[in-house]
């Protein structure tokens, strides 16, 4: 599967931002996705996950209540909400997937990333 980021940009502190991830090819319910993020000089880090039915999510304790992970299987699209977003969320976002029913958690254990978008939270 090829995965297309899209959405990101320059936000002030406390603004919003919706980044989108649209995929390619038939097979895109088959796939439990995820956002992950690198900022400069840090190593990539999970962000949030959801299942293929979309009924399970999962974030890192660093986006929780702020972030809402979600997808549209027949638009082959998975989004992240962000909300209250703060300087240290600045990064570069990475969508990934991951075979199901395996989750995609953690950098070793994705199958296949997109390309990033950044995000700029300036202060």
């Known amino acids: 599967v090829q995965l297309q980021a899209s959405g990101g940009g320059l936000v002030q502190a406390g603004g919003s931002l919706r980044l989108s991830c649209a995929a390619s090819?038939?097979?895109?319910?088959?796939?439990?996705l995820g956002w992950f993020r690198q900022a400069p000089g840090k190593e990539r880090e999970f962000v949030a996950c959801?299942?293929?039915?979309?009924?399970?999510?999962y974030y890192a304790d660093s986006v929780k209540g702020r972030f809402t992970i979600s997808r549209d299987n027949a638009k082959n699209t998975v989004y992240l909400q962000m909300n209250s977003l703060k300087p240290e969320d600045t990064a570069v976002y990475y969508c990934?997937?991951?075979?199901?029913?395996?989750?995609?958690?953690?950098?070793?254990?994705?199958?296949?990333w997109g390309q990033g978008t950044q995000v700029t939270v300036s202060s």
């Open positions: 990934a997937a991951r075979l199901r029913p395996a989750l995609p958690s953690a950098t070793m254990t994705v199958d296949y």
């Open positions: 959801i299942t293929w039915s979309g009924v399970n999510t």
């Open positions: 090819g038939r097979t895109f319910s088959t796939y439990n």
